[in-house]
């Protein structure tokens, strides 16, 4: 992938001030994103100097210059669960059934959790629920149902860094008939030790193409068990049959490389969490000369934007594994 020439596309300076809940915010990173009427939106992951985490929106024409709205989003209904949430961060957005999905993940007592809003036009969002069970993280809804159910891509907590939160070591697919509750179907992907995705977990929710699912993920090397290293990388699943892994990039497609993904709030850092793509056939297949817009927390600070197409990731998940 290639970094925008205007990278860190946002920083957070371009977030308003919302006093008294937010001024000088300290950071603006992992956006989910859409295309949603001729017009792109992010939903940013911002955290303010009391390191609350509150949810934005931002718009633009052209998915590179965006303006943040001064506004927190209220998820309608979030209230009305028993348990406490402190965070809700990293939104992954899906369009499914003409309407916009938020999955993301909710911090809580007993672990993380993930949770599930709704928005036809990103005015209002409505809360659907607490739709897991057991400590997991990186939930992305597909676009469509398969085989007569809808799927997600979710990433178990079952790992620990030195020192750090819970983090995973194997993508899980799981099914469920209303969006709400949710059966894990079994692993689908695993970390591959020594290399550069040890530990891993889904970046922007999976994409429908004529080859199979294509889904970019994040990966995380340990390295002398000092900084861990966040990189992107891509992997391609059966059209069919998502749970069969058909392809996966030998190496990672975005490193930390840029003074903004090497420094800040968590050192070397790229966690790709939106995906645009372009053009679709009239059945809804990205094709392969569409342009894909990647956006990405840097350094848990920034936003920045990658740019590649839909024929190139196809061809980085044919390299397949090393080890
Ligand atoms: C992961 C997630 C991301 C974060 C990354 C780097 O475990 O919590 O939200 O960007 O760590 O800190």
């Known amino acids: 992938m290639t970094r925008h020439p205007a990278n860190p596309i946002l920083t957070r300076a371009d977030v308003p001030d919302l006093p008294p809940l937010l001024t000088d915010a300290t950071s603006v990173f992992n956006p989910g994103a859409a295309k949603a009427g001729g017009r792109y939106v992010l939903m940013l992951r911002v955290q303010a100097r009391s390191r609350e985490t509150f949810t934005m929106v ?15 989003v209220e998820l309608r209904g979030l209230g009305r669960l028993r348990e406490r949430v402190y965070h809700v961060y ?11 999905y938020v999955m993301f993940a909710m911090d809580m007592d007993g672990g993380c959790g993930l949770g599930l809003a709704r928005t036809a036009d990103f005015e209002a969002f409505d809360f659907l629920g607490l739709v897991s069970s057991g400590d997991v993280r990186n939930g992305v809804l597909f676009p469509e149902k398969v085989g007569g ?22 993508v899980w697919l799981a099914e469920s008939d209303d969006l709400v509750r949710w059966r894990p179907r079994g692993p689908v992907m695993a970390g591959r030790f020594h290399y550069w995705d040890e530990y891993i977990g889904s970046g922007p929710p999976p994409v429908k193409t004529r080859r199979g699912w294509l889904h970019v ?23 069919a049959d998502p749970s069969r892994l058909l392809g996966r990039s030998r190496g990672n497609i975005l490193e930390p490389r840029e ?9 070397n850092v790229v966690f790709p969490s939106g995906m645009v793509v372009e053009d679709t056939d009239a059945e809804g297949f990205a094709l392969e000369s569409s342009p894909v817009k990647v956006y990405y927390g840097a350094a848990d600070t920034a936003v920045g934007l990658a740019l590649t197409t839909v024929g190139d990731l196809l061809a980085a998940a044919s390299e397949n594994e090393p080890g």
């Open 58 to 72: 931002a718009e633009g024409r052209d998915g590179v210059r965006f303006a943040v709205r001064p506004e927190v």
């Open 90 to 100: 990293d939104p992954r957005v899906t369009r499914l059934e003409g309407a916009y």
């Open 149 to 170: 159910a809808y799927l997600r891509f979710e990433r178990p907590n079952r790992a620990r860094h030195a020192g750090g939160p819970a983090t995973g070591t194997e």
């Open 217 to 239: 993920y994040h990966g995380v090397a340990t390295h002398f068990g000092s900084s861990n290293i966040y990189q992107a990388g891509v992997a391609l699943f059966d059209l």
């Open 259 to 267: 003074p903004y993904e090497l420094c800040g709030q968590v050192p």
